[in-house]
């Protein structure tokens, strides 16, 4: 049973930081390229970042670039997702996502709020 399931989400004041986790079971991870996704109330889900199977990390969005970073641990079967200097406009649903030649799963994501 493929199962994703991310966890560390929560309120945080605008300029702090939180880590999310994504743990995988089910499948090979260590074949999967593993990503971040999130969603605002309102708007399209929208990539955030990728990490490839041995852990390279390239187009991240912009809009994280400089304060999130992915990373992953094959021996876990874990991708995380640290965010700096996290803004109001960071508030949304994150999810997790494991990806490999049209296979695809999907966590049920976990909660960001940014507020004062």
């Known amino acids: 049973q493929v199962q994703l399931v991310e966890s560390g989400g929560g309120l945080v004041q605008p300029g702090g930081s939180l880590k999310l986790s994504c743990a995988a079971s089910?499948?090979?991870?260590?074949?999967?390229?593993m990503r971040w996704y999130r969603q605002a109330p309102g708007k399209k889900r929208e990539l955030v970042a990728p990490?490839?199977?041995?852990?390279?990390?390239?187009n991240a969005a912009d809009f994280v670039k400089g304060r999130f970073t992915i990373s992953r641990d094959n021996a876990k079967n874990t991708v995380y997702l640290q965010m700096n200097s996290l803004k109001p406009e960071d508030t949304a649903v994150y999810y997790c996502?494991?990806?490999?030649?049209?296979?695809?799963?999907w966590g049920k994501g976990t909660l960001v709020t940014v507020s004062s």
């Open positions: 996502n494991a990806y490999f030649y049209g296979t695809e799963y």
């Open positions: 089910g499948f090979t991870f260590s074949r999967y390229v």
């Open positions: 990490i490839s199977n041995a852990g390279g990390t390239t």
